[in-house]
C-alpha cells in the first residue's frame, strides 16, 4: 500500500507561479511512475507531468511544456512547480503513483489516468484572471 499526500494548493493570480508537493509513504519499489492529474468538476482528469522514479525521464502534457516542471524533492517527496499560470490550469490536483511502464510506455496519461495505482486526495488550484 502506497500513501500520498498532496500540500501546496491555492490561490495565484494569472501569471503567477505555484508549488505543489506530493509526500509518498509506504511500500515503493524501487523504479515507479509518479504523476501529477488535475481535474475541473464535469471533465476527465488529465495528466500534467509524470516523473520515472528510477529510471529518469520527466513527461508533460502540451498544455503545460515550458511552464511546469516536476522533480523529487525532499526525502520521499515529489514537486510540481508551476509558473506562467493561467486560469485555465484552475482544477483540483492529484498526485498519484503506477508502475514503471506508465511512464516509460507514454500511457501514463491514458483514460484519465487508469494505469495508476495510488491517488492522493488532491488540493485545489484556483487561477484568478
Known amino acids: 500500500q502506497v500513501y500520498l499526500t498532496e500540500s501546496g494548493g491555492g490561490s495565484v493570480q494569472a501569471g503567477g507561479s505555484l508549488q505543489l508537493s506530493c509526500s509518498i509513504s509506504?511500500?515503493?519499489?524501487?523504479?515507479?511512475?509518479m504523476a501529477w492529474f488535475r481535474q475541473v468538476p464535469g471533465q476527465e482528469r488529465e495528466g500534467v507531468a509524470a516523473l520515472y522514479i528510477g529510471g529518469g525521464g520527466q513527461y508533460y502534457a502540451d498544455s503545460v511544456k515550458g511552464r511546469v516542471t516536476m522533480s523529487r524533492g525532499a526525502k520521499n517527496t515529489v514537486v510540481l512547480q508551476m509558473k506562467s499560470l493561467k486560469p485555465e490550469d484552475t482544477g483540483t490536483y492529484y498526485c498519484?503513483?503506477?508502475?514503471?511502464?506508465?511512464?516509460?510506455?507514454?500511457?501514463?496519461?491514458?483514460?484519465?489516468?487508469?494505469?495508476?495505482?495510488?491517488w492522493g486526495e488532491g488540493i485545489p488550484v484556483t487561477i484568478s484572471s
Open positions: 509506504g511500500d515503493t519499489a524501487s523504479t515507479y511512475c
Open positions: 498519484a503513483q503506477g508502475s514503471s511502464y506508465g511512464c516509460y510506455s507514454g500511457s501514463w496519461r491514458s483514460g484519465g489516468g487508469f494505469r495508476m495505482d495510488y
